[in-house]
């Protein structure tokens, strides 16, 4: 997401270095260039407006910091009013209510009824007990989508064969409160259109039932009519916050830097791909972060915590450091970090990285075929030979070889590097015992965090 501006945007701070100061005369040509980035970015006219006179009050007549030259400050200005319109803070769920409603809204094709799906499942994860009211009562198979995704999730799904949503409603509460649901996450109707029947029995609901959240989802790819949506849908049912979906598809994010400024309402949550566990939480920062190529080590780290099983990490420990680690258990490993989610996004991720969308692409592409060659390769081995990698003789590399179509020198080249590795990882993993001895529980977390670089490095090394 927001890979053409992003790329636009730092190429125009790099032309503003070597300056003394910034002026008015040398900020003339880079506001014409930002201006031009956000309207090609689609983003909303307005926004654009107020985004470069705040720049140009801020930027205009500044002494450049001892230290610091022009483009870094023009960095921390740009910085600054991209987190300032994509709304500052993060905004989280409000849970109240006994039991807590959350009515989604949107129009057809948004991703709407998707969208509550991931929603109980992310709710779920932290420990809350979620149910889905089907309430799209007329769209042909809504219900049964619902379902399907329920049953795909594990998640709760009530529904009736009736017309009247507040009876349903009515109904899905009370069950709840039977069978101890704590929150529920109405699927209203959508239209392919904003009409008159739609908002009045969307205002029943609220009016009736006063739900914590109105969530309006919104297909980022619609960009500039988005806002209009938004704005249609605030005027009259007053939304408490917005979620974009498709945002991994949306190379420019001209939705994004327009919803927060033109309605006054929060992001909250955000689709970033098709897996059910795609939804996360807006940061405003961490958005700017990435626009500016300042990477993302939370979300990165964040990630990192719900991919990697802690009870399959300490197991992979121990074996390190007795030099048993296997093909297989690298082929686990590999599977873990595939869940990271694409090379190209974790690329995006990584701070300092000074690299253009066609690099990582270029880059991504060709370490994926790299991971899809060492599967075949450990795939074409037989099972005792993926467990005691030292069982590698001259016939067993020729039969692989000829096995998986990959040449016999890369074998070679495959089969020692993983030793090498699995050298490496006793070595460090021989390291962190010494350090665990000498310097206690300092000592022991030095290590861990030396034993996790390397690990890394070496991942990288082997590939």
């Known amino acids: 997401m927001f890979e053409s501006l992003s790329d636009k945007l730092q190429d125009i ?85 006994n039991p807590n409603l959350i009515m989604m809204l949107g129009l057809q094709g948004s991703g709407k009824t998707t969208t509550s799906a991931k929603l109980a499942v992310k709710l779920k994860n932290e420990k809350r007990n979620p149910l889905l009211v089907a309430c799209d009562v007329y ?39 039977e069978k101890g649901f704590n929150t529920l996450i109405l699927d209203t109707a959508g239209r392919l259109q904003i009409d008159t029947d739609m908002m009045a029995e969307l205002l029943l609901i609220d009016r009736i039932y006063h739900p914590a959240e109105k969530l309006l989802v919104i297909d980022s790819m619609t960009g500039q009519e988005s806002v209009n949506v938004a704005e249609n849908f605030d005027a009259q049912l007053g939304i408490t916050g917005m979620v974009l979906t498709k945002l991994d598809g949306d190379a420019r994010g001209g939705a994004a830097l327009s919803l927060v400024y033109c309605t006054n309402k929060p992001i909250k949550l ?42 399959t990490a300490r197991e992979m420990e121990k074996k390190m450091a007795k030099a048993e680690f296997s093909f297989n258990d690298f082929l686990k490993m590999q ?53 005691h990698p030292e069982l590698m003789n001259s016939s067993r590399k020729r039969r692989i070889s000829q096995g998986s179509g990959i040449p016999l020198h890369n074998i070679n080249l495959y089969i020692n590097q993983f030793e090498q590795m699995r050298k490496m990882m006793k070595g460090m993993s021989d390291i962190k015992g010494m350090m665990s001895k000498m310097g206690g529980k300092l000592g022991q977390e030095g290590a861990g965090k030396l034993s996790m670089h390397q690990m890394m490095k070496n991942m990288r090394r082997f590939r």
């Open 335 to 387: 599977s873990q970090m595939k869940m990271f989610g694409s090379m190209d996004q974790l690329l995006g991720m990584i701070p300092g990285l000074k690299m253009s969308k066609d690099d990582r692409q270029m880059i991504s592409h060709e370490g994926e075929k790299q991971f899809k060659r060492i599967e075949v390769f450990i795939q074409s081995m037989t099972p005792e030979e993926r467990e």
């Open 139 to 177: 769209r042909p198979a809504a219900i049964t989508q619902l379902k399907t995704l329920g049953e795909q999730t594990g998640i709760d799904v009530y529904s009736e064969d009736s017309k009247d949503v507040q009876n349903i409603i009515k109904n899905a509460i009370n069950y709840a409160n």
């Open 270 to 311: 955000t689709g970033t791909g098709e897996k059910i566990s795609a939804l996360e939480p807006f940061y405003p920062q961490r958005i700017a972060d990435r626009i500016l190529g300042m990477g993302d080590i939370v979300s990165l780290v964040e990630r990192a915590q719900e991919v990697f099983d802690e009870k």
């Open 13 to 97: 701070i790099a032309k503003t270095s070597g300056q003394s100061e910034l002026t008015q005369e040398n900020m003339q040509d880079a506001l014409r260039e930002i201006r031009r980035a956000l309207l090609e970015a689609d983003v909303n006219l307005r926004v654009v407006k107020a985004f470069i006179s705040s720049i140009k009050d801020r930027a205009e007549g500044e002494d450049v910091v001892h230290g610091v030259n022009p483009s870094q400050q023009l960095v921390k200005i740009v910085h600054d009013e991209l987190i300032s319109i994509l709304g500052k803070n993060e905004s989280p769920i409000d849970y109240s209510g």
